[in-house]
Nanobody, 126 residues
Framework: QVQLVESGGGLVQAGGSLRLSCAAS????????MAWFRQAPGKEREFVSM????????FYGDSVKGRFTISRDNAKNTVSLQMNDLNPEDTALYYC???????????????????WGQGTQVTVSS
């Protein structure tokens, strides 16, 4: 069982930056690959980024590539998402998710993830 709690969301102007964090409970954090998804009102949940269990591999959605950076700290049971050059289209509820590492790589469908946080809101004003 893994419990995930996101933080770091907020209101930022276009061109600004935010750093999201996700804290995981449990002693098996390194058994999971971690990902960030986002969902805007009226839209489907969208894959943002994924990091392997070791942190050695990362994968990004096309809309955030080059602007967002995912990382993890297995000693602290945390995964982070550094978001730069934000634009209003990035406005959404951002979720942290976990999938067991043996499930394969990469995994972009939200339906494959086993654990989810409650989300943190990111709003980018123009």
């Amino acid at each position: 069982q893994v419990q995930l709690v996101e933080s770091g969301g907020g209101l930022v102007q276009a061109g600004g930056s935010l750093r999201l964090s996700c804290a995981a409970s449990g002693r098996t954090f390194s058994s999971y690959a971690m990902a960030w998804f986002r969902q805007a009102p009226g839209k489907e949940r969208e894959f943002v980024s994924m990091v392997s269990w070791s942190g050695g591999n990362t994968f990004y959605g096309d809309s955030v590539k080059g602007r967002f950076t995912i990382s993890r700290d297995n000693a602290k049971n945390t995964v982070s998402l550094q978001m730069n050059d934000l634009n209003p289209e990035d406005t959404a509820l951002y979720y942290c998710a976990a999938i067991r590492r043996e499930r394969g790589w990469p995994k972009r469908s939200p339906h494959e993830y086993e654990y989810w946080g409650q989300g943190t809101q990111v709003t980018v004003s123009s």
